[in-house]
């Protein structure tokens, strides 16, 4: 073969690795257009180019994988100045994948202050019962110094209500920006034992059957019962709330 025919071949060579780079190029902008990808390092294009062609794979819509596919890029410009490339931002692109067809996780739903007080008043209201169902069974003497059951009702009310309060105004279990300062915590705190003791002496003073005292059986039936209430409030009705 003569010098002249081995620089033909090398230029036909070269004309046809040029058409079939030019021809995956072009099946690569039916997928994303080289343009959107502007300003990617190679490896992050070839993961934006892979997950748009399995979004369009997957039946996603046109509409949806454009949104997706550029808000990752926006994001990947700026990534990747920090070393940061797609996979390890994004995982495989098989996940990337998966978590954009579900969708952004939805927030747990934040529980009303009332739905946090009913339940915590129940807790309260079995732990009571609990306690003075012990307490009756070792010493009557002492069953009668807790007071009865309209000390327990009202006392398992307040108890429920001020926790409640905690959570949803006071910042209890919040993020640290928006938790109270520990000296407003204690300060309320210490008003809520203020309030639950006043509370609690005054009804002990109420006589009569409104405050009647039970055989310690009866309470340890009510702490069942309102474990039967709670449980069948959430369950049924979705209660939503315990601090606990």
């Known amino acids: 073969m003569t010098e002249e025919n081995k620089q033909n071949n090398k230029q036909r060579n070269q ?72 996979n390890k931002l994004y995982g495989t ?67 429920g209500l001020g926790m409640a309060y905690f959570y949803k105004v006071a910042g209890y279990r919040r993020n640290r920006k928006n938790r109270i300062p520990l000296w407003r915590t204690l300060l309320l705190s210490g008003a809520l034992v203020v309030i639950w003791i006043t509370a609690y002496t005054l009804v002990m003073a109420v006589p009569g059957v409104l405050n009647r005292t039970f055989e310690p059986i009866v309470y340890a039936i009510l702490a069942v019962i309102a474990f039967g209430v709670r449980y069948i409030l959430k369950k049924k009705y979705g209660l939503i709330g315990s601090i606990f």
Request: with cysteine; net charge positive; charged share 30%.
């Open 15 to 86: 004309k046809v690795a040029a058409k079939q780079a030019e021809q995956r190029q072009a099946k690569k902008d039916e997928v994303i257009p080289a343009s959107t990808l502007e300003g990617l390092t190679k490896r992050n294009e070839d993961y934006m180019f892979r997950l748009s062609r399995m979004l369009e794979e997957r039946g996603v819509p046109a509409e949806k994988r454009k949104q997706a596919v550029d808000e990752m890029i926006a994001e990947l410009r700026k990534k990747q100045r920090q070393g940061i490339t797609a």
């Open 93 to 159: 692109v098989s996940e990337r994948v998966d978590a954009i067809i579900a969708g952004p996780k939805k927030k747990p739903k934040e529980p009303s202050y009332w739905s946090v007080a009913l339940d915590n008043g129940l807790i309260m209201f079995m732990m009571f019962c609990i306690m003075y169902a012990a307490l009756g069974a070792f010493s009557k003497k002492q069953a009668q110094v807790n007071g009865g059951i309209l000390t327990l009702i009202v006392t398992s009310v307040i108890a």
